[in-house]
């Protein structure tokens, strides 16, 4: 496989259940990145990885838990969520997480998201 | 702080029809601006990089140019598979922001 992949692609969920969404990058990057996507509104940037190493967390609620356990993968765990927190996740990754003009390592290449609904 | 305005939020085009989509933006320190582009259910896919003012890209019939305070997305003679919506991005000394993007319709 090549670029980045996200599983599950469509997820429901009730507020009281646990799950995980998947990312996995196969383009050599060392930057990982989860953005939430919610219609008419601008990607809200979650969590940034750089070599496995949080760079970044938005304030995001601590019912979004990330993993990332190698710089090819990072995980959302999800639990006890919200019928607001219902948007499209979409992991991304790029050569570098660190500005750099001119380069093109700041370039996010995005997975295909997973849709999650929470009833 | 970072803010980026897409505009318009939406565009209905007859194909052939040209048109530009616009991005306003402030930032500290401008390290590039990127345009994606999103089809239904997929994620965004890289179109081009703008480092400086006066700076152009082009791809098929885009084409993409960067003021200090703007950057535009020319299309030219679109057809219906340029039926997509548009995202700009900005990368300032700390963060990416960006704009809650432009849906274009294209028909025949």
């Known amino acids: 496989e090549t670029g980045v992949t996200q599983t599950p692609r469509h997820l429901v969920m009730g507020m009281t259940n646990k799950k995980s969404l998947k990312c996995e990058q196969h383009?050599?990057?060392?930057?990982m990145y989860w953005y939430k996507q919610s219609a008419k509104k601008p990607l809200e940037l979650m969590f940034v990885?750089?070599?496995?190493?949080?760079?970044e967390n938005n304030s995001v609620p601590s019912r979004f838990s990330p993993e990332c356990p190698n710089s090819s993968h990072l995980f959302l765990h999800l639990h006890t969520l919200q019928p607001e927190d219902s948007a499209l996740y979409l992991c991304?990754?790029?050569?570098?997480?660190?500005?750099?003009?001119?380069?093109?390592?700041?370039?996010?290449?995005f997975g295909a998201g997973s849709r999650l609904t929470v009833l | 702080e970072d803010q980026v305005t897409q505009s318009p939020e939406a565009l209905r085009l007859q194909e052939g029809e040209s048109s530009s989509l616009n991005c306003s933006y402030t930032?500290?320190?401008?390290?590039?601006l990127f345009w994606y582009r999103q089809d239904p259910g997929k994620g965004p896919e890289f179109l081009f990089t703008l480092y400086s003012a006066g700076e152009e890209k082009e791809k098929e019939r885009l084409k993409a140019t960067l003021t200090k305070k703007e950057s535009f997305l020319h299309i030219t003679a679109p057809k219906p598979e340029d039926s997509a919506t548009y995202l700009c991005?900005?990368?300032?000394?700390?963060?990416?922001?960006f704009g809650a993007g432009t849906t274009v319709t294209v028909r025949a």
């Open positions: 383009l050599g990057h060392n930057a």
């Open positions: 991005a900005v990368r300032g000394d700390y963060k990416l922001s």
């Open positions: 991304a990754s790029s050569r570098s997480a660190t500005p750099e003009q001119g380069s093109g390592a700041n370039v996010l290449t």
């Open positions: 990885y750089s070599l496995e190493e949080r760079v």
């Open positions: 930032v500290s320190g401008l390290r590039g």
